[in-house]
């Protein structure tokens, strides 16, 4: 076989599979809210950006032992809305930093939302609960499997933790499975 031969259907073969990585990654990034979950609305986006403390998440590799986790957005010229989580990492004595994308999925009077912080990726982002003087929320993702509870203080309250851990468990999470964020100082 004739090297550029070779080379061309060895192309073919790699942009097929490559290809079909792609098709299959981007089925896999769901975007809309896990079935029988609504977002909030009304939900005002001006009154939701800035800094927000996390309280509580299921565990996930990008976020593993990290501790005083905070995400704070704001708006990007283009009007998408700049999201950038921070957390501190104690094993090595670091913050580390990741900076993502947002876009309303529809509606802009509805908490749901799509995040990207992997270029063309994006992942379901929607505000099941919202304290109505926007204090604290919740947040689940494409499937029971993503869940944060945030707020703009360090702590909640003990009534809202448990209205929060009641409605989560209405949604299908298993709320045994959160993480209670440290938010101490350092």
């Not at 939900?43 to 593993?64: K, N, S, V």
């Not at 998408?80 to 947002?102: C, F, H, I, M, T």
């Not at 703009?152 to 964020?181: F, H, N, Y």
Request: proline share 4%.
């Amino acid at each position: 076989m004739h090297i550029g031969s070779w080379i061309k259907g060895f192309s073919r073969q790699c942009l097929s599979g490559w290809g079909l990585a792609l098709l299959l990654g981007l089925s896999a990034c769901s975007t809309a809210p896990p079935q029988g979950v609504s977002a909030v609305s009304p939900f005002e986006l001006q009154r939701y950006l800035g800094t927000w403390h996390e309280i509580a998440r299921l565990d996930h590799r990008f976020e593993r032992g990290l501790s005083r986790v905070s995400a704070n957005y704001s708006l990007n010229a283009d009007g998408s809305v700049k999201v950038l989580n921070r957390g501190y990492n104690a094993e090595k004595k670091a913050w580390s930093d990741a900076e993502g994308r947002a876009l309303f999925i529809g509606d802009t009077n509805t908490g749901s939302l799509k995040v990207s912080f992997f270029g063309p990726f994006y992942g379901g982002y929607h505000v099941i609960a919202l304290d109505p003087d926007y204090r604290w929320a919740m947040v689940i993702g494409p499937d029971q499997s993503y869940l944060w509870i945030l707020a703009r203080d360090k702590q909640i309250p003990a009534g809202v933790r448990e209205r929060l851990m009641a409605q989560a468990t209405s949604a299908g999470v298993d709320t045994q499975a959160l993480i209670w964020v440290d938010q101490s100082p350092l």
